[in-house]
């Protein structure tokens, strides 16, 4: 029990972690703009497959570095010409185009690579177990991964609240008048976000890649679970963002690391039910076959019950 | 009299084009694509209902579609099980009672907020009601859905409905009543007030009214007639599958409503019949016109935010004026060299994909692997490019003298 626990946890840190990298860009963006970038997920899956173009040539490390360097310039050339223009229509034209768009990257990338899943490897450096605990081995490339998030998250942090450009993005933000007025560049900081928070989406795609597998639906998969994160966190709040990655992350994990079930809470309440009873998916049901709907289910209720989300603040 | 026939001409030449149209195009493949159009008319003007008329940008509508559907395809298997006996006409209304259903029981919470708020309560219902029909494979019948058979039914003046033209009809004249009602809708006091309380709940709460009350009868009423579209798709193809409930059929819709114009009401239903005949007659040729209908898309938000149906009402000053003449010559200089550039990346992008020796392209025979091939479209769509940027002024000036008050108006 305590094996199958302390690996739930593990996994559902890297995930969350892993999530985490998504969600920070995704609110960092939305804070800037007032717009929830549906194709967030999708800048993440172009990292993944330019990836994997590069390290078929180059090997992984120099994926590791160019991939979301191409990706966050490709992001802050849609910011440049395609969103700036879409804005005068409004938040609705806004949130539709980077609906489009997260179509049209699907497509596009089917177009390039084709329809079927890529063989992108990890590393043969980080291909041992970095450590055994009761016969079950953890893969240094999983402790790898949670390296990588863990630095991005310090940086980040160190960034946007130490540093001279954090604190003018901080009030380019809140009040993107008067940092205009005080003779910045308003616009080119939120390319430069938009960039950079693509490119974090990238860097995020580039070392989920060989693990999540890279295939053309991989957007769609963790796309709406980092909208999920996002609005769970609070909109806009990096915190809450952080918290809610790591709730998601280990509530998936446990969820499907469990074994317990409805029947277990029947036959602990002392009812049973037979086969033939109209109702009885619903009494066979068991977590681990409910663990994808979990995060949808935590949305709606923190949406009905607190709909500025965990520490948001931002009210319409 | 007069005034009702000619107010409600419109309608009629609506009704016979739908009864007509089969007559015109009898082809298997044509009836089928008339009954996906039918089909789509009705759910683009629910979800036109919502984000057009109500300001509610949904990324879950399908689930009223979907579940609407489920129920049609259950009833259906009531019907041949004769456990109740009643005519599949009435199977859509069923749809559309069960869409109801949802759409209270929803409504009664999501509708509180508008905007992104809404917008994120419809995906996370959305995801939420498409993973838990795998779960519920008893009702929803897993990844394979579930089936009926439309011909148990008693006969309606002896027809059977074993074929889809049958069902066309069927279709046909649900399409019309559903159409009907909705534009119905638009002129009661709860249409008004839904586009006021889009345009500015804070005013609408000013003058009493209850926004969210407002928003929920909207869209409890969208709910009714995706779920009457729902009801139409179980008819047309017996079987119904999670693909009906998930996020690329709310996907499918969006794109739909808003290609076509929204706010418009005739937007919707040219949305419909535009993304349909796409669906049907270019995936023949092209395995890649996904691709064609992502790019149009994004090129709609970019250049025409209210769709086709805007582009064809931003002339309605120019008709009015008499200017359109005007405009004709202008169109045909910029609209040649545009439409040269669009096929030029179209033989360029099929010919990056194919795999065979020789493209055939319009009547050319193309040669993808030779570079002078590639080179000589190269520059003619170069040459149609600055073509379309040179003659852009000379349209946009024509476009404002069209537009301009006359001189005897301005004093």
């Known amino acids: 029990m305590l094996e199958v626990f302390i690996f739930a946890t593990l996994n559902g840190l890297v995930t969350g972690f892993l999530l985490f990298m998504l969600a920070s860009g995704l609110t960092l963006i939305f804070s800037m703009m007032g717009v929830l970038n549906f194709a967030h997920a999708s800048f993440y899956m172009l990292g993944a497959y330019f990836a994997y173009s590069l390290s078929l040539y180059f090997g992984f490390w120099t994926g590791l570095i160019f991939a979301p360097l191409i990706v966050g310039t490709l992001g802050a050339l849609v910011e440049r010409y395609g969103l700036r223009k879409v804005h005068a229509s409004g938040h609705v034209a806004e949130l539709v185009f980077t609906f489009g768009l997260a179509f049209l990257i699907e497509e596009s990338i089917q177009f390039f690579w084709g329809r079927d899943t890529k063989n992108y490897q990890t590393p043969d450096l980080l291909d041992f177990p970095l450590f055994t605990l009761f016969g079950q081995e953890f893969s240094a490339y999983r402790g790898f991964m949670m390296a990588i998030s863990i630095g991005i998250f310090i940086a980040l942090y160190y960034v946007l609240t130490k540093s001279r450009v954090g604190i003018i993005i901080q009030a380019a933000i809140t009040h993107p008048q008067t940092v205009s007025n005080l003779g910045h560049n308003v616009p080119l900081i939120f390319m430069g976000v938009f960039g950079v928070g693509t490119a974090l989406a990238g860097l995020a795609g580039v070392i989920a890649g060989p693990v999540l597998t890279t295939f053309p639906g991989m957007a769609t998969v963790l796309g709406s679970i980092v909208f999920v994160i996002v609005i769970i966190g609070g909109l806009g709040s990096l915190a809450g963002a952080f918290i809610a990655s790591l709730l998601i992350g280990l509530l998936q994990s446990y969820a499907i690391a469990s074994d317990v079930g409805m029947p277990d809470l029947l036959s602990l309440l002392g009812i049973s039910f037979d086969r033939g009873h109209p109702l009885n998916d619903l009494w066979t049901m068991n977590l681990p076959q409910i663990a994808p709907v979990l995060p949808y289910l935590l949305l709606v209720l923190v949406l009905i019950f ?11 | 009299m007069m005034a009702l026939l000619k107010k409600s001409s419109i309608w009629i030449a609506f009704l016979i084009a739908l009864l007509g149209l089969p007559l015109l195009f009898d082809s298997i493949l044509a009836i089928s694509i008339l009954n996906q159009m039918a089909i789509a008319i009705v759910f683009a003007l629910s979800y036109n209902m919502l984000l057009g008329q109500g300001g509610m940008l949904s990324f879950g509508h399908a689930v009223y579609f979907g579940l609407g559907g489920f129920l049609s395809v259950h009833a259906l298997m009531l019907i041949e099980y004769e456990t109740m006996v009643f005519s599949i006409l009435w199977i859509p209304l069923i749809g559309g009672l069960f869409g109801l259903l949802a759409g209270i029981f929803i409504g009664s919470f999501s509708t509180r907020k508008a905007g992104t708020v809404f917008a994120m309560i419809s995906l996370g219902i959305g995801e939420l009601i498409a993973a838990s029909s795998l779960i519920f494979s008893s009702f929803f019948g897993g990844e394979a859905g579930i089936s009926g058979d439309r011909t148990f039914g008693p006969t309606f003046f002896g027809f059977d409905f074993a074929q889809n033209i049958e069902i066309y009809y069927v279709a046909a004249v649900w399409a019309f009543i559903a159409t009907l009602f909705m534009w119905l809708f638009t002129q009661t006091p709860a249409g008004r007030m839904a586009n006021a309380v889009r345009d500015n ?33 179980a008819l047309n193809y017996e079987f119904i599958t999670e693909e009906n409930l998930n996020a690329a059929t709310s996907g499918r819709v969006l794109l739909m409503a808003y290609i076509g114009g929204l706010g418009y009401f005739i937007g919707p239903i040219i949305g419909a019949v535009v993304l349909t005949l796409m669906n049907s007659l270019l995936s023949n040729y092209s395995e890649l016109w996904m691709l064609y209908l992502g790019i149009m898309f994004l090129l709609t938000v970019m250049f025409l935010p209210r769709g086709f149906a805007g582009f064809i009402m931003m002339h309605q000053l120019a008709w009015v004026r ?52 590639w080179i000589v479209i190269l520059a003619i769509a170069g040459g149609a490019f600055y073509a379309v940027k040179r003659s852009f002024n000379q349209l946009n000036d024509a476009w404002e003298t069209a537009n301009a008050i006359p001189k005897e108006e301005e004093s």
């Open chain 1, 306 to 316: 607190r709909p500025t989300g965990l520490l948001g603040k931002r009210e319409e």
């Open chain 2, 201 to 233: 709940p804070e005013r609408a709460e000013f003058i009493g009214y209850s926004s969210r009350k407002v928003r929920f009868i909207s869209f409890c009423a969208s709910g009714m007639f995706a779920g009457i579209a729902g009801g139409l798709f």
């Open chain 2, 322 to 373: 008499g200017n359109m003449k005007m405009l004709i010559k202008p169109y045909i200089i910029t609209g040649i060299p545009a439409l040269l550039f669009a096929l030029c990346a179209i033989a360029l992008i099929e010919m990056s994909h194919t795999e065979d020796e020789v493209f055939h392209y319009l009547g050319f025979a193309l040669n993808p692997a030779s570079p002078v091939t």
